[in-house]
Each structure stands twice: as structure tokens, then as C-alpha cells.
């Protein structure tokens, strides 16, 4: 059976058979190009200030751009072909873990919540209530009737300049009955007595009545020890540094001084956090906004030490940023020790942030040190 080629004048066909190799080299060079791609993010992310920068392109990706090679693969011939596929399947081996899928969805979930069980609510609020009508933006917090808020950016942002919001007497007419923590702009509120508040990584630093801007500079875990009936849970509420602002310009120097800076900061963030997690052998919950997928390096040690509470959700693909959509990074998480988890959920907040609300209910497993 003769080809579109052989029937085509000798020039002609020559041309169509260059184009032939010119496309399936084209898909070769792509196909080495994400291998490597894939192989030094392994390497260098949560290890290298620079990477930082790839480290932003949406997890989803390691799972896309190895289907879109597959079906590429038609353009090419021969020994280019079987490069091509085999560079494809190692990287897609290589890079699914980092996909965000999380194949636990398929099961049922957590075993069903026991009577007694705790409900936590963690949300990036985006500025409190500064851009928003307060009675909307309390009552959609007062609607899940959670046992325990951990609430980030309990602040308002005027002229690019972060600024200290008291709504103390407001939250607790709001909440009445609960406990309140606040360090910076994160805030903790619980139905459960809080028994201690211990300062964590760069926090340490701060004196027992830091400015605010010293308490939001340097205080992104605040740490509060909750008494649950017999038990006493550490629970960790998060904000990690950004690394980026969307209106930095990347080809300027001090973008990268700037960079540097944060990661850093950040670095400094997460490592005192696990050293607090390495020495505490209570029931852990640690939740916020952790601004870091879970393709990115510095999340490995909370994923080695701790347990994610989306393993008993029902999303395959869980994305929290941004809420309006689509909402293509993970950036919000709930991690849990020596605790049932029992659902999980990504809410919508109704407009009032970037950050999708998370929800989960847990129970304790035994008795925790006291």
C-alpha cells in the first residue's frame, strides 16, 4: 500500500519526509527537555533559593504535559519514538507523586466521625474583613460552628503595607464561650481550653509583648496546647511567607534579592516548625496556609513526619487557590498526628477570599500526654 508520500513528485515528497523529521525531532527535544525538567526539580526544589521560581507552575502539569507527548508520539519513527516514549514514562513516574492527584479519593474516606469528634476550620480570610461586609464575613465563620477556627491574615493590607487590625471584643461576642490566641496576624480560637501558647522557630525571638509588626514579620506558626477531655493536642496554625508577588518584575535584579530573601524566610519558617514537631510528642494538628504545593521540596518533611487530613476527603485533585477559580494550586493543608480524621473538605468562601476554607472533623486516638 503506497503512502500519501510515494505518491506525491520526488521534491514534494521529500519535503513532506523533512517535515516528518523535523516534527518528531521537535517532540524528542520536548520529551528530553521534561525529563530534565522533572529530575532537577527532584533535586533542587526545597534545596535551591533559584528554583523556587519553577516551583509555581501548577502541579497538574506532571500529569498534562506526559499525556500530551504520548499522544505526540504518532509524529515520530523508530528509535526517536522509542526515546520519546521512554523518556516520557520515566518521567511520568518520576514527577505523578508531585501531580497533586490524590488516589486515596477513590476510597471511602475516614472511618465515620465517633460522638464527641471535633470540627476545625482553617482559612486564609485575605485581609479579614477589609474589603467585605463584617456581618457577612463573621456569619459565614459563626455557619460552620466548628469546635476550633485557625485563621490566617487577621490583618488588613492599605498602600501596599501590612496593617494590625483588634477585633478581640468583636470575637468575642461573636464566639462566645471560646478561647483566643493571637500572634501577628494569626488567630486561634477554640472551644477547648487553651493551656499553653509556646513560641515556634523564628517566633522565639519576639519578647512576651513584641510590636505587631516584629509579631508579623517573625510569627507564622502560633502554637497553641488545647485540652480535649483527657488529652492535650498541639495545634499549629500556619502562614508561610510567599515567595512571590504577582507584580515583581522577574527581569530586575532585586526580584532575585528579593527571592533569595523570602526563601529564606521562609526556610527559617518550616525549619522551626519541624524542630517543635521533632521534640513534641503530644497529638499534632498543624494547619494553614502554607503557601507551597505539595510538588514543593520544603513540604517534605511535614509529609514524612505527618499525616495529610485529605486522604480522607473525596476530591481527586484537592485545590485551594485561587477560590474564584480555576483553581489549580494547593496551597492550604491540614496535617494531623495521633488523631482520627474522619472527612475533609474544600469550601467555597463565598467570595469573601482567595483561599478556599478547609473543614475537617477529628477525634483523638487514646489518651494524649498531658
Known amino acids: 500500500m503506497s503512502t500519501l508520500s510515494d505518491r506525491l513528485a520526488p521534491g514534494r515528497r521529500d519535503a513532506v519526509r523533512r517535515g516528518g523529521k523535523r516534527r518528531g525531532r521537535l517532540v524528542a527535544a520536548a520529551a528530553t527537555a521534561w525529563l530534565v525538567f522533572v529530575v532537577l526539580h527532584l533535586l533542587l526544589s526545597g534545596r535551591f533559593w533559584l528554583w523556587l521560581v519553577p516551583d509555581l507552575v501548577p502541579p497538574l502539569v506532571y500529569l498534562a504535559v506526559p499525556l500530551l ?206 524542630e517543635d514537631l521533632a521534640g513534641n510528642h503530644r497529638p499534632v494538628v498543624v494547619a494553614g496556609d502554607f503557601n507551597s504545593t505539595g510538588a514543593m521540596g520544603e513540604m517534605r518533611g511535614l509529609f514524612d513526619r505527618l499525616s495529610s487530613a485529605d486522604r480522607a476527603g473525596d476530591s481527586l485533585m484537592p485545590t485551594s487557590w485561587p477560590a474564584d477559580g480555576p483553581a489549580l494550586w494547593r496551597l492550604d493543608w491540614i496535617f494531623t498526628a495521633s488523631l482520627a480524621v474522619h472527612d475533609y473538605r474544600l469550601l467555597d468562601p463565598r467570595g469573601m477570599s482567595d483561599h478556599r476554607m478547609q473543614e475537617t472533623r477529628l477525634s483523638v486516638k487514646g489518651g494524649g500526654g498531658a
Not at 505526540?72 to 508531585?98: D, E, I, S, Y
Not at 471535633?118 to 460552628?145: C, H, M
Not at 522565639?204 to 493536642?233: E, H, M, N, Q
Request: charged content about 20%.
Open 69 to 274: 507527548l504520548v499522544a505526540a508520539l504518532p509524529l515520530t519513527r523508530g528509535r526517536a519514538r522509542l526515546w520519546c516514549a521512554g523518556a516520557t514514562a520515566v518521567a511520568f513516574a518520576l514527577g505523578a507523586g508531585q501531580s497533586g492527584l490524590d488516589p486515596a479519593a477513590l476510597r471511602a474516606g475516614g472511618e465515620p466521625p465517633p460522638p464527641g469528634s471535633i470540627r476545625l476550620v482553617s482559612w486564609n480570610t485575605e485581609y479579614w474583613d477589609q474589603d467585605d461586609d463584617p456581618e457577612r464575613f463573621y456569619g459565614l465563620l459563626k455557619a460552620r460552628n466548628a469546635d476550633v477556627y485557625v485563621l490566617q491574615e487577621y490583618l488588613n493590607w492599605v498602600d501596599g503595607t501590612p496593617r494590625r487590625v483588634d477585633e478581640q471584643a468583636r470575637l468575642r461576642r461573636e464566639f462566645p464561650g471560646y478561647h483566643i490566641a493571637v500572634q501577628g496576624e494569626l488567630v486561634t480560637l477554640s472551644r477547648f481550653p487553651i493551656v499553653s501558647t509556646v513560641p515556634v522557630g523564628p517566633a522565639r525571638s519576639l519578647g512576651p509583648r513584641p510590636p505587631w509588626d516584629s509579631a508579623f514579620a517573625l510569627g507564622k506558626v502560633l502554637r497553641t496546647d488545647l485540652r480535649i477531655g483527657p488529652s492535650i493536642v498541639s495545634l499549629y496554625n500556619v502562614h508561610i511567607p510567599t515567595q512571590y508577588m504577582l507584580d515583581e518584575n522577574p527581569f530586575a535584579s532585586r526580584f532575585y534579592t528579593a527571592l533569595r530573601g523570602r526563601a529564606a524566610a521562609r526556610q527559617a519558617q518550616f525549619r522551626g516548625l519541624e
